[in-house]
């Protein structure tokens, strides 16, 4: 066998996100891939689709989720020599669980990893998912364009408003980084069922703002991502839809926060990428 062929010999982990201990119903979120005897850090993916996950738990945090694929990858870096179990049980929640590691032949790891995620995390094509909308497609697209410049898992992650503003905020901010001594958030806002996102947001930026000044001694840059009006029909042909969506934008500009659409993260991404100098 031509020896660029060879496959390595690694071994596996499947993530299971399991709400209820006792009912043990659970959905497999993500792989664990490492090449056995190899000092390369173990590799780490979660599914980029928690509509089954919501399936089975509708309260699940799934914004937690993410953030924990985060901090494994970045441990598995800092790593790749340390006790995975130890690792493991520092950063996963109660409701994740690992099973135990299963032989697998790779002609690589990206491959590996690839084929691992499609035959036990993905939905099959065949199963009929409602597509993504709102909030959660902006967050989609959003996590999609960092990643593709390789800043997600240095951003801050459901930022917590009340460590700005007071205690009891119960606003999260999608995600931030700080370059150069001023602070950069970004918040999903969908004016798919009405403009009550974007009040939201505009009420609660004066004192967001005024508390990264005061705790981190920097400017805050707040930016809220939108779908573009014509993914919501707020055209000229739909003059209430219209108005509806510029009211929204207008609100949340008049109170200084950045609003971009979906369009416009890839340059956005590409900042990202240059300050965080990836």
Same mark, same amino acid.
């Given at each position: 066998?031509?020896?660029?062929?060879?496959?390595?010999?690694?071994? $596996?982990?499947?993530?299971?996100?399991? @709400?209820?201990?006792?009912?043990? #119903?659970?959905?497999?979120?993500?792989?664990?891939?490492?090449?056995?005897?190899?000092? #390369?850090?173990?590799?780490?993916? $979660? !599914?980029?689709?928690?509509?089954? =996950?919501?399936?089975?738990? @509708?309260?699940?945090?799934?914004?937690?989720?993410?953030?924990? #694929?985060? #901090?494994?990858?970045?441990? $598995?870096?800092?790593?790749?020599?340390?006790?995975?179990?130890?690792?493991?049980?520092?950063?996963?929640?109660?409701?994740?669980?690992?099973?135990? @590691?299963?032989?697998?032949?790779?002609?690589?790891? &990206?491959?590996?990893?690839?084929?691992?995620?499609?035959?036990?995390?993905?939905?099959?094509?065949?199963?009929?998912?409602?597509?993504?909308?709102?909030?959660?497609?902006?967050?989609?697209?959003?996590?999609?364009?960092?990643?593709? =410049?390789?800043?997600?898992?240095?951003?801050?992650?459901?930022?917590?408003?009340? +460590?700005? !503003?007071? &205690?009891?905020?119960?606003?999260?901010?999608?995600?931030?980084?700080?370059?150069?001594?001023?602070?950069?958030?970004?918040?999903?806002?969908?004016?798919? &069922?009405?403009? +009550?996102?974007?009040?939201?947001?505009?009420?609660?930026?004066?004192?967001?703002?005024?508390?990264?000044?005061? =705790?981190?001694?920097?400017?805050?840059?707040? !930016?809220?991502?939108?779908? @573009?009006?014509?993914?919501?029909?707020?055209?000229?042909?739909?003059?209430?839809?219209?108005?509806?969506?510029? $009211?929204?934008?207008?609100?949340?500009?008049?109170?200084?926060?950045?609003?971009? !659409?979906?369009?416009?993260?890839?340059?956005?991404?590409?900042?990202?990428?240059?300050?965080?100098?990836?």
């Amino acid at each position: 066998m031509n020896s660029g062929n060879q496959r390595r010999a690694c071994e $596996f982990h499947l993530l299971r996100y399991v @709400p209820d201990a006792v009912r043990n #119903e659970y959905v497999h979120i993500g792989v664990i891939l490492r090449e056995q005897g190899s000092r #390369e850090s173990a590799r780490v993916q $979660f !599914t980029r689709d928690w509509r089954r =996950v919501r399936c089975l738990d @509708p309260e699940a945090d799934t914004a937690l989720l993410e953030g924990m #694929e985060s #901090e494994l990858r970045l441990r $598995f870096e800092a790593d790749p020599d340390g006790d995975l179990m130890r690792l493991l049980q520092e950063s996963l929640s109660l409701s994740v669980q690992m099973t135990e @590691p299963k032989a697998y032949l790779a002609e690589s790891l &990206p491959a590996g990893m690839e084929e691992l995620m499609r035959l036990y995390v993905e939905p099959p094509p065949r199963e009929r998912v409602p597509r993504l909308s709102g909030r959660a497609a902006i967050q989609a697209r959003m996590r999609t364009e960092f990643e593709r =410049v390789g800043v997600w898992d240095l951003l801050r992650k459901r930022i917590a408003a009340s +460590e700005y !503003t007071r &205690p009891g905020d119960p606003l999260k901010i999608d995600a931030g980084y700080r370059p150069n001594g001023m602070i950069r958030m970004f918040h999903a806002v969908s004016l798919e &069922p009405g403009v +009550e996102m974007a009040k939201v947001l505009a009420f609660s930026s004066a004192g967001l703002r005024a508390g990264v000044e005061r =705790v981190e001694q920097a400017q805050l840059e707040l !930016t809220a991502v939108i779908e @573009p009006a014509s993914r919501l029909g707020a055209t000229d042909a739909e003059p209430e839809r219209l108005e509806m969506y510029r $009211f929204g934008v207008e609100t949340m500009e008049e109170h200084h926060i950045r609003v971009l !659409t979906t369009s416009d993260l890839d340059r956005v991404a590409e900042t990202a990428r240059r300050e965080l100098r990836v």
